[in-house]
């Protein structure tokens, strides 16, 4: 392929006009300064494409990167069209597979290269079986019966062939430089000391979940949204069914103590607000960079599996309650005197409620909900009393909550394919309430992944009779080949119809051109005035400014003066089955223990058993019921909303 692209020089800091001609027998991408220059062959000069990534930024439709060798070149093509052609064919002669030569110095029987590939299969089989059963879906509709259903015979035989080897491959252990089996010694290889043993069995990737992309030379960059692994070569996994406390023996009662007291020993892992550092070192660049040379640009990742060594200990809807995370400022909404008033706290609030979500100045993806994962918590609000515990509180989503001056929150994990995460929150004693429901889509960027946050956020203030409607940015990982760091991008927005009053707020991603991290701009108007009378800057993680009606500057939030108050949940003996906390608490014990492998085990035995599930409403015609939520339009509802129960009373 050849053709002009415009080139970023830090020459001249600028585009400038290149002729570029890809070699893909040498894989080069070479420029000159003029189609004539081509034939001359006077190059300007070339880029080595082995190993490089392409990346493209998700807030113009023409720039594109390629970065290789830890540097990264900027082009900017004619138009979409034109970037597509480039990138794709990019990626076609970078990620194809090499020709075999038999005088090759490197044996493909090194022991690492064994064990690797072992790993690989394992998550490869998993794909693939998913992929299988999508196309014994779709051609189900459109054939005889009887052909549907041998070709189904004919797929599941080949799945069963393929776990048959995969199953033998993960028996091999490995001892020196010597690969064994059960039978005895199999063969033996060069050995390699620098190589940890690999667990049978033990998938080495498990995690994956769109945005907006701008990288520059020294600033790569990506945040972790996880998927579903899939992988179907191991058993089935029980969880632990829930505890029922009745009278029983003393022995009897002496054993769901000790059960409690072991539940209630994971509880020191969620005490802690601080996340560690993801280390990327060899193996796991590695690992990350064989995900990369699987995926293409613009990719959806929601089945994309993504390596363990970036979770974040806690799940998603764990992380959406940390909005809360000031809820001070939450309920100070409803006591301002003017609907004018009103939209200015709950931008203040809106503002303050996304750098408490961040755990550390690393990235990390949080756990993928499953099916019919719950989480609950509340939050004390300073300054107030518990209040009373009356029957709104008794039939309320946290009867165990101190009172009715308790910021409630409660979640649900309602779809799976598509991810949608429902969570609803209510404050009794200022009577707010709020239901959402989020889709989280992923992208891959390149160098960067993208997450949309799809969904409609309703906050309804009960006294006055208002709702604002709330629209979240979109979520970056950035430098996900080094340090991956957060970045919020995208245009959202807080309505109240019933007002009139309107905020209009943009998260700034970084352009390689130059600027600052982690910017937003905004303002806030009313629809009877074409001018705005307040306007917003800063940064979203330090200090945010206000200026009104063009008097100087003031201090809106600034997120380092503000405490972060810590939720408040049941102890992990006493939660049910299906809640985040006591869920997924055997993964969350091993990555605080650094512990990836055992973290690894107990992702998948979750997983397993959720795919078990899921096969078996599939032969039994059986649906999946939500325990706290229904739907109404495209939106996911609380089924007891405080407003509801006040209306009964």
Known sequence: MEGPLNKWTNMVKGWQLRFFVLDEHTLCLNYYTSKDKVKKDIKRGKIFLKGAIIGIDDAD???????????????????????????????????????????????HHNINDLKKKIAEVNGYLSLLEDSVSGMVTAVATDLDPSDSAQIEICSNNMISSLKDCVEEMNKLEFHGGKVINAKGVKATLPSDPGMDDHKPGTPIA????????????????????????????????????????????????????????????????????????????????????????????????????????????????????????????????????????????????????FHAGRRGSVAKKPYNPVLGETFKCYFDVPGMQDGEKDTLVAQGPCPWSKGSNSLIFIAEQVSHHPPVSAFYVEHPGNNIEVNASIWTKSKFLGLSIGVH??????????????????????????????????????????????????????????????????????????????????????????????????????????????????????????????????????????????????????????????????????????????ELFHKEGDNWVFNAPLSSRKAKL
């Open 61 to 107: 439709d023409s720039t594109f990167t390629i970065s290789v060798d830890q540097k990264t070149f900027h082009f900017r093509a004619n138009d979409s069209d034109d970037r597509e052609r480039w990138t794709r064919c990019l990626e076609e002669t970078i990620y194809r597979p090499p020709s075999i030569n038999v005088t090759q110095k490197h044996s």
């Open 206 to 353: 498990p995690e994956a979940d769109d945005i907006r992309d701008s990288q520059s030379e020294s600033d790569n960059s990506d945040a972790f949204f996880d998927a579903d692994e899939d992988f179907e070569d191991a058993p089935a996994t029980t969880l632990a069914k829930p505890i029922v406390l009745e009278t029983k023996p003393s022995k009897e009662l002496l054993a769901i103590e000790a059960e409690h007291n072991e539940l209630d020993s994971f509880n020191q892992y969620y005490d802690g607000n601080e996340e560690g550092d993801v280390v990327i070192d060899n193996s796991n660049n590695s690992v990350i960079t064989h995900l990369l040379s699987q995926v293409r640009i613009g990719m959806d990742l929601t089945r994309i599996p993504l390596p363990t060594f970036i979770l974040e200990k806690r799940s998603l809807l764990e992380m959406y309650a940390e909005f809360l995370a000031h809820p001070d400022i939450f309920c100070d909404i409803p006591k301002q005197p003017t609907p004018k008033d009103r939209m200015i706290a709950a931008v203040r609030w809106y503002l303050s409620a």
């Open 453 to 626: 946050m799809i969904g409609d956020t309703v906050m309804k203030l009960l006294d006055h009779n208002e709702e604002y409607h709330v629209i979240f940015p979109n979520g970056y990982g950035r430098s996900i080949l080094t340090r991956p760091w957060v970045e919020l991008g995208g245009k959202c927005h807080i309505k109240c119809p019933q007002t009139g009053f309107n905020a209009d707020i943009e998260f700034i991603c970084k352009s390689f051109y130059g600027g600052s991290k982690h910017q937003i701009s905004g303002s806030i108007s009313h629809v009877a005035q074409g001018k705005p009378f307040c306007k917003l800057s800063g940064e979203w993680n330090n200090v945010m400014y206000a200026e009104f009606d063009g008097r100087k500057k003031e201090v809106f939030v600034d997120t380092h003066a503000i405490p972060i108050i810590k939720k408040q949940c049941l102890p992990i003996s006493r939660q049910g089955e299906w809640e985040s906390r006591r869920l997924w608490r055997h993964v969350t014990k091993g990555l605080y223990e650094n512990d990836v492998e055992v973290a690894s085990e107990e992702k998948f035995k979750i997983e397993e058993y959720q795919r078990t599930l899921r096969k078996e409403r599939e032969l039994s015609g059986e649906v999946h019921l939500q």
